[in-house]
């Protein structure tokens, strides 16, 4: 039985809600799953030769102007300013100079924002104008008991401010012209090429949420390259990929082990992950919904739902998994990742 910790204090509550009210959320999903390349830090090439391999369809002979570059960025920095956006496509336009440059956490997120508005953007974009009267028609029809409507109308509302500056704009008008142009599968896979942890467990999770490990029938080659993404992750040290392993491991399909699953989310929060109910991505705006309360952390749900034998093994393995992050154990590491053998800690 898996815990069920992981699946109502996380994103799942709201998706759930979502879901069992028939309400259909503004988010696209791209399902092209991008292919991991061993090379170079890359970069987008906008004023000389296209790199082949980032960029095949784009001509070499295209100039624009250069985005413009901020300072330097930490990775922590850009999941703070991609939370704390209100704009995304500000964010966007904010983020492209340096993820041109091949800043691998920039490149991953501008893939996230676009990806997070695709469903709005397709809904709404074609007419700017009218979209906010489209958007209360729409939330009129929700139906369902009213204080979980209410949640969901709020939320929907706040995804359309988000997402409505690229409603009838192209944020990427500064880059070469290129087939296809630059959806969130572009950019995930340059910040996959350039070895992004975050982008690597994101990757691995998709790549599993598409396996059916129970059935004994997964290609193998799959499965083989998911694993070793997450591994490359949980090993880099960084927190949110840390997490997001974890989120993998735990889907119910995969197989892996529940308790190191919840001890992966726990570690990853432990770290410097932010993993409390101020963070509606991540707590599926349980607070507003009356299932937890205002800034509760991971770590509390943890403590009020399970038993305390339970507890304390999840808290062991957090601190074994970081022990090993510090010492380069992989051996170790690789005992958290495991999948597909349905294994149980004992």
């Known amino acids: ?33 991008p292919r991991v ?33 901020r300072a330097p960025v930490t990775p922590g920095q850009w999941d703070a300013d991609f939370r704390a956006s209100g704009d995304l496509a500000a964010f966007v336009v904010g983020a492209l100079g340096a993820a041109v440059e091949g800043d691998a956490r920039a490149q991953y997120y501008v893939g996230q924002a676009v990806r997070a508005c695709l469903g709005m953007t397709l809904m709404y974009g074609g007419d700017p104008d009218g979209a906010p009267t489209k958007l209360e028609r729409a939330l009129a029809e929700y139906k369902g008991p009213e204080g979980t409507l209410e949640v969901i109308r709020n ?51 998709e ?36 997490r997001r392993a974890g989120f993998a491991i735990s889907m119910p399909q995969v197989g892996g082990d529940s308790l190191k699953a919840t001890a992966l989310i726990l570690a990853g929060c432990q770290m410097g992950a932010e993993c409390s109910s101020r963070d509606t991505a991540f707590s599926g705006h349980c607070f507003e919904l009356g299932l937890c309360a205002e800034g509760e952390t991971f770590d509390d749900g943890l403590k009020q739902s399970l038993g305390p034998g339970t507890y304390a093994r999840i808290y062991a393995l957090a601190a074994e998994l970081r022990d090993a992050i510090e010492r380069e154990d992989q051996a170790t590491v690789d005992t958290f990742v495991s999948v597909g053998a349905r294994r149980r800690t004992q």
């Open 1 to 33: 039985m898996r815990l069920a910790t992981i699946a109502t204090f996380g994103v799942v509550v709201f998706v759930t809600l979502v879901v069992a009210l028939g309400v259909v959320a503004g988010i696209g999903v791209d399902r092209e799953t």
């Open 37 to 69: 390349q061993s090379g170079e830090r890359l970069a987008l090439p906008l004023n000389g030769p296209a790199d082949r391999k980032a960029n095949s369809a784009m001509p070499a002979s295209a100039t624009r102007t250069r985005p413009a570059l």
């Open 155 to 205: 939320a929907q509302r706040a995804e359309f401010n988000r997402c409505k500056g690229f409603f009838g704009r192209d944020v990427f008008d500064q880059l070469p012209a290129r087939q296809g142009g630059y959806p969130h599968a572009y950019w995930s896979r340059l910040a996959l090429e350039n070895h992004d942890a975050l982008a690597m467990a994101t990757a691995a999770a």
């Open 207 to 242: 790549q599993l949420g598409g396996l059916d490990l129970s059935s004994g029938e997964s290609p193998a080659a799959q499965l083989e390259s998911a694993q070793r993404l997450l591994r490359s992750a949980v090993m880099s040290g960084d927190p949110l990929a840390i």
